[in-house]
């Protein structure tokens, strides 16, 4: 069903409001094989100075397909990636889909027990692991009692130039496990043995799975969203479609260019949607360099060996989420470093605090445009315009090519609210999941139909202003009911953000006697600030309306976020409710 065009006078110039299906009707790895057969000798990973051509990159993902179906895999069964962002992942990630089975990606700081109710849950037959004195245990531990028969150590070692690995071998730096359980094989060797040829397997990509990616651990149990090889082949290329900004000084907009213009920064984790399509694979659509990057908080202070690598290989993309680009901004050796080769970066998975987007500008010079997703829509729904003139800072822009938003009431999901209104945001386009993996009840809760078109209501609540921007308000389950006045916590993190001497904040509902809930925020100041409650309380009074203040002010040195960088309220609401 065709996409009617968004109602905006601002939309982007020579961007498509709805995408040819049959353009991305095809299997996800094929993306890898293309950037093979166009730039076979072009540098796809870069890894502590060593790199990797596609057609390298090509050639073991070939072998780890031959692999997995020696080792009994077949189209439709689950294997597991426990790794951070070493150069392993991509040739890993499309080997597991040329062997026709689904994708199980994990966070690589699970514990034992979160990695083995991962492992369960999916049915993984198989695990890549890390050799590694921490990781490699935890998969020992979290494959007991579960159906994985093949597991496979991946080192460091072989994927650095060929003088660090001896110095590290040597030196004992190179991270590895004290010892290793027989029968699990070394990813080396397993590479060796396998001959460059993927089986066979018929691919009907708008229903067959490619990924199994678990999200909602912060607010329950986690649960897999099923996604298709279509639901990402549609938004790499409605990516591809909406990208385009000035590659030079002044330049006009322009498509993003191929074959090795770009080096994107791979700072966020692969294990998560947005690295993973924002990323990891548009990188590979697009023939550009990724950078490796395992660890982005390393170095001291911490995040400075993510500005080197900015600096070394002269980055040109970063997908961030806001903490990272705070982190930029406010680190002490900032400007010691030339971050000028960035270009456009992309934010989400959390919603961008204005003054944080201006100052990291203001130190770059890079363009940050904010886009919107959650995992369930693998994960692009909505973008800003990515040039200054027409994109809204503080909004989510308008939905991707082929992409439909509506706005509908948060009781039913069923009643479409007017323009201007608050209520839920829903989805509907060829991004949204096949559904919660083995899920009926939850998958019941989510998807509406109306219209005749199916949608996911996202648990968000926003609404979409005049020019036809789209604004998030805050999720749902956040709001924050003050004497029958609804707060929503980003528009008082917003206005916190504006003080000079704040790095992070947080803001949550906590129980009051009088007027049901108050106020609370959490705020961790820059380095070398010092503040008082008082100063705060005169700074909110003078910027926003009484019932939002903060009714309690407490100052830590750290506010918790996930590892992929979202602020964790309810983390702060159940240490509130445990008092």
């Known amino acids: 069903m065709a996409v009617k065009n968004w109602p905006t006078p601002n939309w982007p110039d020579g961007v498509p409001h709805d995408i040819n299906l049959a353009e991305y009707d095809l299997p996800l790895f094929q993306i890898l094989d293309d950037a093979a057969r166009d730039y076979p000798d072009l540098t796809y990973t870069i890894f502590n100075d060593a790199t990797r051509t596609f057609a390298s990159v090509k050639d073991t993902a070939d072998r780890v397909a031959n692999f997995l179906s020696s080792r009994g895999i077949k189209k439709g069964d689950r294997v597991a990636i426990f790794l951070p962002n070493l150069p392993h992942y991509p040739a890993i990630y499309f080997g597991i889909l040329k062997a026709g089975a689904v994708c ?204 080197k690598a900015v600096q070394k290989y002269k980055a040109t993309i970063m997908p961030a989420v806001p903490t990272i680009f705070v982190a930029f901004t406010n680190h002490a050796l900032l400007n010691k470093f030339d971050l000028t080769s960035l270009i456009g970066c992309f934010s989400g998975g959390a919603p961008l605090p204005p003054e944080v987007c201006k100052q990291f500008e203001a130190k770059t010079g890079a363009i940050i445009f904010e886009g919107y997703g959650l995992s369930e829509t693998a994960p692009v729904a909505s973008s800003n315009p990515t040039n200054r003139e027409k994109r809204l800072i503080g909004s989510i822009g308008f939905p991707i090519p082929g992409t439909d938003i509506k706005i509908v009431d948060i009781y039913t999901g069923l009643q479409e609210k007017p323009q201007g209104e608050d209520g839920e945001i829903a989805i509907s386009g060829p991004q949204v999941m096949q559904g919660y993996w083995n899920r009926p009840e939850e998958n019941a809760a989510v998807f509406r139909e109306i219209g005749g078109k199916r949608y996911f209501l996202t648990g968000d609540i926003g609404h979409v202003d005049e020019n036809g921007y789209i604004l998030i308000t805050d999720r749902k389950k956040d709001m924050i009911l003050v004497g029958g006045f609804n707060v929503y916590p980003r528009d008082v993190e917003d206005i916190l953000f504006t003080h000079p001497k704040v790095a992070l904040a947080a803001v949550v509902g906590v129980p009051d006697a009088k007027s049901g809930e108050a106020v609370k925020a959490f705020i961790q100041l820059k380095p070398g600030e010092t503040a008082t409650e008082e100063e705060f309380r005169e700074f909110c009074k003078d910027h926003m309306a009484g019932y939002k203040r903060p009714r309690y002010i407490e100052f830590r040195e750290t506010v918790p976020v996930s590892p992929v960088g979202k602020v964790l309220r309810r983390v702060l609401r159940d240490e509130e409710k445990n008092k």
């Open 104 to 307: 199980v990606t994990c966070n690589p700081l699970y514990t034992g027990s979160e990695l083995n109710y991962q492992l369960k849950d999916a049915g993984a037959k198989a695990v890549f692991c890390m050799d590694h004195p921490v990781f490699y245990p935890t998969t020992v531990e979290a494959v007991k009692n579960t159906g994985v028969q093949t597991v496979v150590i991946c080192s460091v070692k072989s994927y650095l130039p060929k003088i660090k690995a001896i110095l590290g071998s040597l030196l004992g730096k190179i991270p590895k496990a004290e010892s290793h359980e027989p029968g699990h094989l070394f990813f080396d060797d397993v590479v060796a043995g396998a001959e460059p040829k993927p089986p066979k397997v018929k691919i009907t990509p708008q229903k067959d799975l490619a990924l199994i990616i678990y999200t909602g651990g912060t607010t329950g149990v986690p649960k897999g969203a099923a996604l298709t090889h279509t639901n990402f082949t549609y938004n790499l290329k409605a990516l591809e479609a909406w990208g385009r900004f000035p590659h030079e000084p002044g330049g006009k907009p322009e498509p993003i260019r191929k074959g090795g213009f770009h080096t994107y920064l791979g700072v966020l984790p692969w294990y998560h949607s947005f690295g993973m399509t924002v990323c990891m694979m548009s990188a590979c659509g697009s023939g550009s360099r990724l950078v490796c990057i395992p660890d982005p908080r390393a170095g001291n202070p911490p995040f400075t060996e993510v500005l």
